[in-house]
């Protein structure tokens, strides 16, 4: 199977005729939206998607495509795991593949292995299995001499999003609902979306805009200190031809998921970061990788916040992915592609639902975990609506 390097093309024409027989718009075709869509047809609802560009180009295609269930904790595991479900239902439908691998958390301290173990007597073996040196080793042949151990978390998928999302709007559309790309949303008012193209009659709307809350809504991303996460990304070769099939997360991973950082030993975790990398924390760096079909490594990541970014990246932050992916990969690495991702971060909530005006639900997952959560959270979000 030939691999595209960059999205498909949505199948849909240029142009758009409003009409108003939709029963729910969802402004955005991002993951969040496209869940949104997806949940409204399946409840036999018609559903209009407005997307301003000509095919998805946001956070949903820019990520890991790592569904990164078991190391959530609360109401994200919840919606985690019904995504997970939905997710491997939707691939046999919409034709794209889901790779049932697991994820694998890479040990390289006692520290880091504690917290798996803790991890595991809360979990238990069936979410959560410990591996020694040689078993982490087993799952990813590069693991250097650092390695202690690690956990093997079998109930996490991946996918490639780059694939995927255009292939689930591309199945949505299939089954009845209406795309308009390049139809720019420039306001929504009770009963009314207000697009490029003309206004649209809506009785009900999610605008599901992904980092853009503020653009439509400022007060709602005002109330819920909404900034713009910006990440640094990067392809790399795989040294050697490498095949890793499951998705790898480090210690740095320890202090970012829920359910890892909840455990005792999290505290040790990031006192050694401190002590022997700060400059990994002052990026708040995420070391983890995927690989895609094509074998590329996807590497990253590292984690800005404001409401406004500075177009200008800085290279250092670059090579200091760099540097730690050569350091877990045991190699020179080759950039095959390098990019910024982009997600909408609040220090209030993980997922920002909000109701500006009756019938109108602004949708966010303000955490960095779209593609894991929110085929769980459209349900949700539309039992209220409706
Ligand atoms: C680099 C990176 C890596 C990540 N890795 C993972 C991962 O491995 N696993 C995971 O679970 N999550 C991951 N995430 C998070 C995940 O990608 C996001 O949570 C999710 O994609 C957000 O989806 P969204 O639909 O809200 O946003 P987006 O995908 O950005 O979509 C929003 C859409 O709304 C459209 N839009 C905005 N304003 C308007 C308007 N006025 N009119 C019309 N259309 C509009 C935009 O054009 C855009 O297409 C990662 C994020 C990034 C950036």
């Not at 790592?66 to 046999?92: I, K, N």
Request: aromatic share 6%; charged share 20%.
């Amino acid at each position: 199977m030939t691999t595209p390097s960059t999205p498909a093309a949505p199948s849909g024409e240029p142009g758009f005729e409003p009409t108003d027989a939709a029963d729910l718009v969802v402004v955005g075709a991002g993951i969040v939206g496209l869940a949104h869509a997806l949940e409204a047809a399946q409840r036999g609802l018609r559903v209009t998607v407005l997307e301003r560009d000509r095919r998805a180009v946001g956070a949903s295609i820019r990520n890991f495509g790592h569904v990164c269930a078991t190391a959530q904790a609360g109401p994200a595991l919840d919606y985690a795991l019904f995504a997970r479900e939905r997710w491997l239902r939707l691939a046999e439908k919409a034709g794209f593949s889901v790779q049932e691998t697991g994820t694998l958390v890479v040990a390289r301290t006692p520290a880091e292995q504690a917290v798996l173990e803790e991890f595991a007597a809360e979990r238990g073996g069936d979410q959560v299995r410990l591996l020694t040196a040689a078993g982490a080793r087993g799952l990813f042949r590069l693991a250097t001499e650092e390695v202690v151990g690690g956990a093997h978390l079998p109930l996490d998928v991946r996918l490639d999003p780059r694939i995927a999302v255009p292939a689930l709007a591309d199945w949505l559309a299939g089954q009845g609902v209406q795309f308009g790309w390049g139809v720019h949303v420039g306001g929504i008012e009770p009963g009314l979306v207000h697009t490029a193209y003309g206004p649209v009659r809506a009785e009900r709307v999610v605008c599901a805009s992904g980092h853009d809350v503020d653009r439509l809504f400022p007060r709602v991303a005002d109330e819920h200190g909404v900034r713009r996460c910006r990440l640094h990304m990067l392809e790399v070769a795989p040294p050697g031809g490498v095949e890793i099939a499951p998705a790898v997360l480090t210690g740095t991973s320890m202090l970012r998921y829920g359910g890892l950082a909840a455990q005792p030993s999290a505290a040790a975790v990031r006192a050694e970061l401190a002590a022997a990398t700060p400059e990994l924390l002052e990026v708040d760096m995420n070391l983890m990788l995927t690989q895609r079909p094509d074998g590329s490594i996807v590497l990253g990541d590292t984690h800005h916040y404001e409401r406004t970014h500075l177009p200008f990246d800085e290279e250092s932050v670059t090579d200091l992915v760099l540097r730690e992916g050569a350091r877990l990969l045991e190699g020179e690495l080759t950039v095959r592609r390098r990019w910024r991702g982009i997600y909408a971060h609040s220090p209030l909530t993980d997922f920002l639902v909000a109701e500006p005006h009756p019938g109108t639900r602004v949708v966010s997952v303000t955490s960095g975990i779209g593609m894991t959560t929110a085929l769980g959270l459209a349900p949700t979000v539309l039992d209220h609506l409706f």
